[in-house]
């Protein structure tokens, strides 16, 4: 499975982040490893340099072997908050799409 972190230039993409949730990635998603391919992390400031409530966005893209790609956004006042509820939300994602191809 390859990781793949994209930032937008109002977002500083440390190494320390990108090692960070890789590592929740394939912590978190283990139990899928087989299934997917590629996994890309794009995160962003939606309102660059300008304050704002929920602006910090994280989309999070899923490759499984012979399906169309999985993506699932949130935002938060954090791109580590953002992350973590992007991270819910396809873990969820992915349980019911592999638990349906088990009943077909």
């Given at each position: 499975m390859?990781?793949?972190?994209?930032?937008?230039?109002?977002?500083?993409?440390?190494?320390?982040?990108?090692?960070?949730?890789?590592?929740?990635?394939?912590?978190?998603l283990?139990?899928?490893?087989?299934?997917?391919?590629?996994?890309?992390?794009?995160?962003?400031?939606?309102?660059?340099?300008?304050?704002?409530?929920?602006?910090?966005?994280?989309?999070?893209?899923?490759r499984?072997?012979?399906?169309?790609?999985?993506?699932?956004?949130?935002?938060?006042?954090t791109?580590?908050k953002?992350?973590?509820?992007?991270?819910?939300?396809?873990?969820?994602?992915?349980?019911?799409?592999?638990?349906?191809?088990?009943?077909?």
């Open positions: 390859k990781i793949q972190f994209n930032t937008d230039k109002n977002v500083e993409g440390h190494q320390r982040v990108e090692a960070y949730f890789s590592t929740e990635l394939e912590k978190e283990a139990r899928f490893e087989e299934k997917i391919t590629r996994i890309e992390v794009h995160v962003g400031d939606e309102n660059s340099a300008k304050p704002g409530i929920n602006d910090k966005r994280c989309l999070i893209e899923v499984p072997a012979k399906l169309q790609p999985i993506a699932v956004t949130a935002h938060a006042d791109v580590e953002a992350f973590h509820v992007a991270l819910e939300k396809i873990k969820k994602t992915l349980s019911t799409t592999f638990d349906k191809q088990k009943t077909h």
